[in-house]
């Protein structure tokens, strides 16, 4: 089936839920939580900002074309009949 999810897709949703859900400690209560466990810019922090932005642009870029969605293509809107005297 084209639309479904694999090991690789659920990888990248749950990384990318963990990243958010950082980020959100670190907006709400200036709290960075891979900082701490890791240490302030040291080598595995950076790497593991890394792999949640590949993360989330592997989704921003795969999710829609496993589902088919697409951005709405503009169409000119419909001109008036023209009026017959």
Do not use: H
Not at 22 to 31: E, H, I, K, S, T
Not at 52 to 61: D, R, S
């Amino acid at each position: 089936m084209k639309n479904r999810l694999n090991a690789f897709d659920w990888i990248a949703l749950v990384v990318l839920v963990v990243g958010g859900l950082n980020w959100g400690l670190v907006g709400l209560l200036d709290f960075d939580l891979v900082a701490f466990i890791f240490g302030t810019f040291s080598t595995v922090t950076r790497v593991i900002y890394v792999i949640v932005g590949l993360c989330a642009l592997y989704i921003a870029v795969m999710i829609p074309a496993k589902f088919g969605m697409q951005a709405p293509i503009t169409q000119e809107p419909p001109r008036p009949a023209a009026m017959s005297r």
